[in-house]
């Protein structure tokens, strides 16, 4: 069973920093994409930030520059760290893993629970 388990949301005043972490488990890790993504209220769920099996990183337009997502593939963790948070920055994030549970299962993504983050002005 493949857990995602994200850590570190919370209320934050703006020009303020958050790191979020995702605990992984019961999956391959080391060999899988894992990403950010959020969801304001009354919006669709967006693409955050990614980051590819061999640490390449993409992030969206609106975060370039003040958020970076990174790996620790020893501790099987994937990390957001947001700096100069804005108010458009709230809502809940959710941890994605694009990845197989093992090496003779197919490929398949995977959500955590999502943790709230808030911005106030």
């Known amino acids: 069973q493949v857990q995602l388990v994200e850590s570190g949301g919370g209320l934050v005043q703006a020009g303020g920093s958050l790191r979020l972490s995702c605990a992984a488990s019961g999956i391959m890790f080391s060999r899988s994409a894992m990403g950010w993504y959020r969801q304001a209220p009354g919006k669709q769920r967006e693409l955050v930030a990614t980051?590819?099996?061999?640490?390449?990183?993409m992030s969206a337009d609106s975060v370039k520059g003040r958020f970076t997502i990174s790996r620790d593939n020893a501790n099987q963790t994937v990390y957001l760290q947001m700096n100069s948070l804005k108010p458009e920055d709230t809502g809940v994030y959710y941890c994605?893993?694009?990845?197989?549970?093992?090496?003779?299962?197919?490929?398949?993504?995977?959500w955590g629970q999502g943790i709230q983050v808030t911005v106030s002005s």
């Open positions: 980051i590819t099996s061999d640490g390449s990183t």
């Open positions: 994605n893993a694009d990845g197989r549970r093992a090496s003779w299962t197919r490929r398949s993504e995977y």
